[in-house]
Structure formats: structure tokens, C-alpha cells
């Protein structure tokens, strides 16, 4: 998947696509995930060492069923992907989740890539029938890129989850 967008220094035209991410990627995956800003709202801890990543690239990332990196001109500037439960009621239902570095945001990449991803989850996961996101109420970013997307607002789960040191309410 190919969209062109301006690049983190403005202006320069990016062409975006998604690959799975690699070890080799680590250094690039540095850049995002030590970023704060780009992880407050991610259920994983800012990364504060090189070792961080490379857990999250080997343990989170290489494993996972369909997560992808998100790419600028070849290297990884965010990740986005579909989790599904292992079995059970749940196996119908995935979850959407995105993180993109601050320097790429506002400028319709991860609308672009969401809106990218969705039909492709639905075509590669055997017996997906929901996509869904569960975004903090104080996250009205990504709340629009859902309903940008055609994602509909159900409602607010009230004090749903612990998240970076407090309990918040999440939109779903």
C-alpha cells in the first residue's frame, strides 16, 4: 500500500506502505518508541534502552499475526495492527491499534493507513467479523481517524482500563 504524504520536515513528498517489521529495524524503531508523546496513550511503556525495542520487535512484533510496520520511504516511522483473542467467544472480534512518530502526525498517514488496513485484516484473518478501536476519551486524535474511517462511536466504557499510571474511561 503506497500513499504519498509530506514528510516529517515538510514539503517533501513520502510515499508510505506497510511490511512487517524486522530486527534490523531496530534503530528506526528507537526513534518512536522512546517518544512519550507518541506512546502516551499505548499500552506499552515508553522505551527507555535499545533492548526495549528489540523485545518489542522479537516479542510483540516478529510473532504477532498482522502487525505491520508503517514506512516512509522504507523505514519504520510507527506500526499499526489487528489483535485477536486466542479462541472462545472473542475469536470473531479484533482490536486495531496505531502508534506513529510525532514528526508524521496531522498529515493523514494514519488515516490513510487505517483506512488501508481494515479490508486487508478482513482478508488475511480467517473468521474475523469486527474490527474494532479502543481509544482513551482524551485521545480525540485517534478518535477521529476512526470515524474518518468509517469506524462508529458505540459508546465510553467508564474507568475501563489502567493506563500509564490511572484508570481512564475509553471510547469504543
Same mark, same amino acid.
Given at each position: 500500500?503506497?500513499?504519498?504524504?509530506?514528510?516529517?520536515?515538510?514539503?517533501?513528498?513520502?510515499?508510505?506502505?506497510?511490511?512487517?517489521?524486522?530486527?534490523?529495524? *531496530?534503530?528506526? /524503531? !528507537?526513534?518512536?518508541?522512546?517518544?512519550?508523546?507518541?506512546?502516551?496513550?499505548?499500552?506499552?511503556?515508553?522505551?527507555?534502552?535499545?533492548?526495549?525495542? *528489540?523485545?518489542?520487535?522479537?516479542?510483540?512484533?516478529?510473532?504477532?499475526?498482522?502487525?505491520?510496520?508503517?514506512?516512509?520511504?522504507?523505514?519504520?516511522?510507527?506500526?499499526?495492527? /489487528?489483535?485477536?483473542?486466542?479462541?472462545?467467544?472473542?475469536?470473531?472480534?479484533?482490536?486495531?491499534?496505531?502508534?506513529?512518530?510525532?514528526?508524521?502526525?496531522?498529515?493523514?498517514?494514519?488515516?490513510? /493507513?487505517?483506512?488501508?488496513?481494515?479490508?486487508?485484516?478482513?482478508?488475511? !484473518?480467517?473468521?474475523?467479523?469486527?474490527?474494532?478501536?479502543?481509544?482513551?476519551?482524551?485521545?480525540?486524535?485517534?478518535?477521529? *481517524?476512526?470515524?474518518?474511517?468509517?469506524?462508529?462511536?458505540?459508546?465510553?466504557?467508564?474507568?475501563?482500563?489502567?493506563?500509564?499510571?490511572? *484508570?481512564?474511561?475509553?471510547? /469504543?
Amino acid at each position: 500500500m503506497d500513499v504519498e504524504g509530506e514528510g516529517a520536515g515538510g514539503g517533501e513528498p513520502i510515499s508510505i506502505s506497510l511490511r512487517p517489521l524486522q530486527l534490523t529495524d *531496530v534503530d528506526d /524503531v !528507537l526513534q518512536w518508541t522512546t517518544d512519550p508523546q507518541a506512546s502516551e496513550f499505548c499500552l506499552w511503556d515508553t522505551h527507555t534502552c535499545r533492548e526495549d525495542a *528489540v523485545a518489542f520487535i522479537r516479542d510483540f512484533a516478529i510473532p504477532h499475526p498482522w502487525c505491520r510496520a508503517i514506512c516512509a520511504n522504507g523505514r519504520p516511522i510507527g506500526s499499526i495492527s /489487528v489483535s485477536i483473542a486466542a479462541g472462545g467467544a472473542e475469536r470473531c472480534r479484533g482490536e486495531i491499534g496505531y502508534v506513529l512518530s510525532p514528526g508524521y502526525w496531522g498529515k493523514g498517514i494514519t488515516t490513510s /493507513v487505517v483506512r488501508s488496513v481494515a479490508p486487508a485484516a478482513f482478508r488475511e !484473518l480467517p473468521g474475523l467479523e469486527r474490527i474494532q478501536g479502543l481509544v482513551a476519551s482524551e485521545n480525540i486524535a485517534s478518535q477521529r *481517524v476512526l470515524e474518518k474511517c468509517g469506524f462508529q462511536k458505540e459508546g465510553l466504557l467508564r474507568k475501563y482500563m489502567f493506563l500509564k499510571g490511572r *484508570v481512564r474511561d475509553i471510547v /469504543v
